[in-house]
C-alpha cells in the first residue's frame, strides 16, 4: 500500500481523529453534519510567457534554454508543490490566483503549483537520463470535448445500428448522457452488467442496465464462485478510454431496450451480441471517416485550447531531448489537429494549413497501429510521408531507398528548416533507430490509454510511462476539500470496530462463562445497548459514505477509489504507469532535468506506529 510522504496533504485523509470525536444516540447524521466549508471553485487559462533566451551550446542542440538546474521538489501540506524544503501550510486552489502557473523556464514562473495540476510519481524517473519524450495525440494533446465529441461519436454509432446493423428506427430518438459513465468500468457483455471494482477485483457497485443491482445479486453473480473471474475478454469489456464512454453508455441504453421491448431488437441479439453490433457501428464510423471530417471542420466545436502546449515542446526541445509523436491517426487528420494544438493566434479557431508544428518534433509516425506497434517482432512496413501531398515513399527500414528505374532515393521535400521526418507505419525497432535510441529506458512515453500506451510500452518494451488522465484535476481538487469528512469517516469506522469487539466480549461471557441472574441481566442489558449503538453507527457510517461517494459522482463515485480500496482503475495506474497528472502541459510546469521521487510505500501494521 502506497501513502503519500507525509507533507503532501491528500494523504491526511488516512488520519484518525482524536478520540472526542463520538456520535450521541439521539443524533441524525449527515455529511453536511460533518464538516462546514464552501466549495473550491475552478478556473482555467494559462498565460503566454515564454521563454527568455539563453545560449546553452553544452547541449546537444544549439537552443535557448533556462531549464538545466536540478529542482530539490517536495510536497508541500498545502497540496502545492514547492522548489525548496519550506513548509507551506495553505492550499492553494485554481483561483487563489488569478491565473494559473506559468511554464517552468518563465520568469513569471513561482514555486507553487495547484494540486489539480502536479505530477504524481509512482516509480523514481530522472529526467536528465530521458533524452526522447514522445506523445500519443488523440486524448493526449488533443484533449476531445466529452460534451461535442462524444455526443458526435454517439450519434454516429446509432445511425449506423439503424442503417446498417438493422435496429429500430426509435433509436434516433435517444439522447447521450456524456456525464454519465466514468472510465475503469468493465462491461458484462454475456449478462448486460456494467461493473465497477476493486483491485482485487472484488464487484462493489454493478448496475443492469441503468438498474442498481442489489447487494444479493452482486454476491449471487460474482461472489459465489470457486475460481475468481479474471474480468478480461472475451465475456468482458474494459472501459478503460475515454473514447469508449459513448459506447458503453449505448450498451446500457440497449440492455434496458431488450428487457422492456425483448421482440424489437433484432432476431438472436442477446446482450453479448449487442455489444459486438455496438463495436462494429463505432468501428464503421472510424473507417468511413464521419467522425474525423467533421472534426476537421471546425477543431475548435471539439479540441480544447492548451496554450500551454508549444512552450513545453520549446522546452523540451531547448534542453537537449529529443521528441517524437506515435499516433493511429493517419497523416491527414493528424496535421488538421497538430495545426490547431500549435497555431500562434489562439483567437482564431481555424488551423493553419502549414506544416509549422513539425519543428517541435523529430520524427512523426501515423498509422502506427497501436499496441501492436510496441512489438519489435511485428513486421510492418514503414513508409515516409511527403506532407505536402501525403504521398508514401517506400524505405528500406526507415532508410530512403531508390525506386524502381532509378538510383537515386527520393527524399521528401523540406519546405521548412527543420529536420523532422513523416512516417507511416512501422514498428518500435524503426523509432529507435531513427532516433539513435540505445536503451530504451532513456525514452518517456505519455498517452492517455493504459492499455494501447502504457501497458505495453512499460511491460514489452522498458520505456518509462507518464499517463494522462483528465478527470485527475477535479478529483483532487475535491479530495482536498472533503478531507476531513474522510478522517472522520475513517474515526467511525474504528469506533464501530471498538463496539463490536466490546458486543463480541459481552455474548462470549453469556455464553460460556458462570454468572448469576443479576450478571447476567446487567450484562444482557449492556448486549442491548451495545447492539442499538453498533446499528446506529453502522447506518450513519454507510449513510456517509454513501454521500461521499455520490460527491465525486452519483453513480460510479470517486474514480480512483472504490469503498476503502483503490479501484481497478487506480491500480492499474499504480502497476504501470511511472508518473501520472491530469494533462499532458503539466511536464511545462516543471523542470526539464527533474527528479521525480515516489512517495514511501505503507504497510497496514505500519499506519498506527507512525502515527498515520
Not at 50 to 64: A, C
Not at 70 to 97: R, Y
Not at 225 to 243: C, G, K, N, Q, V
Not at 372 to 386: D, P, S, Y
Request: with cysteine; proline share 5%; net charge neutral.
Amino acid at each position: 500500500m502506497r501513502i503519500p510522504k507525509r507533507s503532501l496533504s491528500i494523504s491526511l485523509c488516512f488520519s484518525l481523529l482524536p478520540p472526542e470525536f463520538s456520535l450521541s444516540s439521539s443524533s441524525s447524521f449527515s455529511l453536511s453534519s460533518l464538516s462546514s466549508f464552501s466549495r473550491i471553485r475552478l478556473c482555467s487559462g494559462f498565460p503566454s510567457s515564454l521563454v527568455s533566451p539563453v545560449d546553452h551550446s553544452s547541449h546537444k542542440r544549439t537552443r535557448i534554454h533556462r531549464g538545466n538546474n536540478q529542482l530539490n521538489s517536495s510536497h508541500a501540506m498545502d497540496g502545492t508543490v514547492t522548489e525548496d524544503n519550506k513548509p507551506k501550510f495553505q492550499h492553494i486552489s485554481h483561483c487563489d490566483v488569478d491565473k494559473d502557473p506559468s511554464i517552468w523556464s518563465s520568469p513569471a514562473h513561482t514555486d507553487k503549483i495547484p494540486i489539480g495540476k502536479q505530477i504524481f510519481c509512482n516509480r523514481s524517473l530522472n529526467m536528465k537520463n530521458i533524452v526522447a519524450v514522445g506523445f500519443d495525440m488523440d486524448y493526449t494533446l488533443a484533449q476531445y470535448k466529452p460534451e461535442t465529441f462524444e455526443s458526435l461519436a454517439y450519434e454516429g454509432t446509432i445511425k449506423k445500428l439503424v442503417h446498417d446493423l438493422g435496429y429500430p428506427p426509435e433509436l434516433l430518438e435517444w439522447s447521450f448522457d456524456w456525464k454519465y459513465m466514468v472510465r475503469g468500468l468493465v462491461l458484462d457483455k454475456k449478462r448486460g452488467n456494467i461493473l465497477k471494482m476493486d483491485r482485487h477485483k472484488y464487484v462493489k457497485v454493478a448496475y443492469h442496465g441503468f438498474r442498481e443491482m442489489s447487494k444479493e445479486e452482486k454476491v449471487g453473480t460474482y461472489g459465489n464462485t470457486l475460481i475468481r473471474d479474471s474480468f478480461d475478454e472475451p465475456d468482458y469489456a474494459l472501459i478503460d478510454t475515454l473514447f469508449s464512454l459513448a459506447e458503453a453508455y449505448l450498451f446500457a441504453q440497449l440492455v434496458d431496450y431488450k428487457d422492456h421491448n425483448p421482440g424489437k431488437v433484432p432476431a438472436r441479439a442477446d446482450y453479448a451480441r449487442m455489444y459486438k453490433d455496438v463495436r462494429a457501428a463505432v468501428d464503421l464510423c472510424h473507417r468511413d471517416g464521419t467522425l474525423k471530417q467533421m472534426v476537421a471542420k471546425d477543431p475548435q466545436r471539439y479540441i480544447n485550447d492548451d496554450t500551454s502546449i508549444v512552450p513545453m515542446f520549446k522546452m523540451l526541445r531547448d534542453s537537449g531531448r529529443s521528441t517524437f509523436l506515435v499516433t493511429n491517426s493517419l497523416w491527414d487528420y493528424t496535421n488538421i489537429v497538430m495545426n490547431f494544438l500549435c497555431r500562434t493566434n489562439i483567437g482564431n479557431g481555424n488551423p493553419a494549413s502549414g506544416f509549422e508544428w513539425l519543428q517541435y518534433f523529430d520524427v512523426v509516425i501515423t498509422g502506427s497501429a497501436k499496441p501492436g506497434f510496441f512489438h519489435e517482432e511485428n513486421r510492418a512496413n514503414i513508409f515516409e510521408v511527403v506532407p505536402e501531398s501525403g504521398m508514401l515513399i517506400n524505405t528500406d527500414n526507415g532508410t530512403p531507398m531508390p525506386q524502381v528505374g532509378s538510383t537515386i532515393p527520393i527524399f521528401p521535400s523540406k519546405g521548412l528548416n527543420n529536420a523532422c521526418r513523416v512516417f507511416q507505419g512501422g514498428n518500435v525497432a524503426h523509432l529507435h533507430k531513427l532516433l539513435s535510441i540505445e536503451s530504451s529506458s532513456q525514452v518517456l512515453y505519455v498517452g492517455d490509454h493504459i492499455y494501447g500506451d502504457i501497458l505495453r510500452s512499460k511491460k514489452v518494451l522498458g520505456w518509462r510511462t507518464m499517463l494522462v488522465v483528465p478527470e485527475l484535476e477535479s478529483e483532487v481538487e475535491l479530495l482536498w476539500e472533503l478531507r476531513d469528512i474522510r478522517k472522520q469517516l475513517r474515526s467511525l469506522r474504528n469506533k464501530r470496530d471498538h463496539i463490536e469487539d466490546k458486543l463480541h466480549h459481552a455474548k462470549w461471557s453469556l455464553k460460556f462463562e458462570d454468572l448469576n441472574a443479576d450478571q447476567k441481566e446487567k450484562l444482557q442489558f449492556e448486549r442491548g445497548n451495545l447492539e442499538s449503538q453498533r446499528e446506529e453507527v453502522r447506518f450513519a457510517h454507510q449513510q456517509a459514505q454513501r454521500e461521499l461517494h455520490q460527491k465525486f459522482h452519483k453513480v460510479w463515485g470517486q474514480l480512483m477509489k472504490t469503498g476503502y480500496q483503490n479501484s481497478r482503475f487506480a491500480h492499474q495506474v499504480e502497476r504501470f504507469a511511472c508518473l501520472y497528472t491530469s494533462q499532458v502541459s503539466n511536464l511545462s510546469l516543471y523542470s526539464p532535468d527533474k527528479y521525480y521521487r515516489p512517495s514511501e510505500d505503507f504497510m497496514p501494521h505500519e499506519f498506527d506506529i507512525l502515527g498515520l
